[in-house]
């Protein structure tokens, strides 16, 4: 059964616009991050009617935009958290890079935390659960965990996710075409 899988960013945290790297610290969304929110859920309630799954991350600020955005989560799983930054955890790639040079998390390793290879288990799971529910999915997260989740979609490592950009509250649409996994939309906004 086909099915479309809706992947969408959590909004604005003071991190997220300073460029912070935020995986387990639960940072608030801002005002703005709070409008987005509830914009791009104006935006999705017309593009689905009732999804057969919602899943969100449990951190808060995910937790808040699938409420800003009107979904019904019906489980949260940190399966959806996003990449863990290890020691990177609130610092700016421009930070990282004054003692490794060229650092990405595509790219080199974050020490103490997540490897590519984990973060790409962790997403074909999540896939794996979302194509087996059947219909429409909503899948409420992170930013870098969500280009990874596009980039495993079409069969690719974790590292293809550099090619995607998702801003807070942006939206994905997985689908298909002729059987074919197919990245539908990118970063939609209202």
Not at 20 to 26: A, G, I, L, M
Not at 39 to 52: F, I, Q, S, Y
Not at 78 to 102: C, F, K, N, Q, S
Not at 109 to 124: D, H, I, K, N, Y
């Amino acid at each position: 059964m086909t099915n479309t899988v809706f992947l969408l960013r959590h909004g604005q945290t003071e991190w997220s616009e300073s460029g912070k790297h935020t995986s387990r610290s639960d940072i608030p969304l801002t005002p703005e991050g709070e409008e987005r929110a509830r914009r791009t859920g104006e935006m999705l309630a017309g593009m689905l009617e009732h999804p057969a799954l919602v899943l969100s991350s449990p951190r808060e600020r995910a937790v808040r935009t699938a409420e800003l955005a009107g979904l019904a989560v019906a489980e949260t799983t940190e399966d959806l958290a996003e990449w863990d930054y290890g020691e990177y955890e609130g610092i700016t790639t421009a930070e990282i890079r004054e003692t490794v040079p060229g650092w990405t998390v595509w790219t080199h390793p974050t020490p103490g935390g997540e490897t590519a290879e984990q973060v790409t288990a962790r997403a074909e799971r999540v896939l794996s659960r979302a194509r087996a529910a059947g219909l429409d999915v909503v899948l409420v997260g992170h930013g870098h965990f969500s280009r990874v989740l596009a980039a495993t979609w079409v069969g690719q490592d974790a590292a293809y996710g550099i090619h995607f950009g998702l801003d807070p509250a942006g939206l994905v649409v997985l689908g298909e075409e002729h059987g074919l996994p197919q990245i539908k939309r990118l970063n939609v906004h209202p």
